[in-house]
């Protein structure tokens, strides 16, 4: 399965933006797909995840009650709306897909997109 994250960007502290995650076929529905992001200098890190029929997402303490993760099976995307943005979200952020629902980690995602910059100014 090859993804595309797209979406990222600049914008002020408060801010939203929102990713989304296409896929490259159908069988994309079959994974569970995470959200994870990379400050520089920072190994990548665990944001959100939702299971292959989107009833089930599960979120890291930092982003929770900010971030809101969902998908639609129909056009093979996951988006990642994100409201309140503050400088510390500011990374890299990758979307991913894996054969386990609910997993925070990145091993055990085993399909990833390029990446896109979000850049959250004070």
């Known amino acids: 399965v090859q993804l595309q994250a797209c979406g990222g960007g600049l914008v002020q502290a408060g801010g939203s933006l929102r990713l989304s995650c296409a896929a490259s076929e159908h069988t994309f529905r079959n994974y569970a797909v995470g959200w994870f992001r990379q400050a520089p200098g920072i190994g990548r890190h665990f944001v959100a995840t939702?299971?292959?029929?989107?009833?089930?997402?599960y979120y890291a303490d930092s982003v929770k009650g900010r971030f809101t993760i969902s998908r639609d099976n129909a056009k093979n995307t996951v988006s990642l709306e994100m409201n309140s943005l503050k400088p510390e979200d500011t990374a890299v952020y990758y979307c991913?897909?894996?054969?386990?629902?609910?997993?925070?980690?990145?091993?055990?995602?085993?399909?990833w997109g390029q990446g896109t910059q979000v850049t959250v100014s004070s």
């Open positions: 991913a897909a894996s054969s386990w629902s609910g997993s925070i980690s990145p091993s055990d995602y085993a399909f």
């Open positions: 939702i299971n292959w029929g989107g009833d089930s997402s």
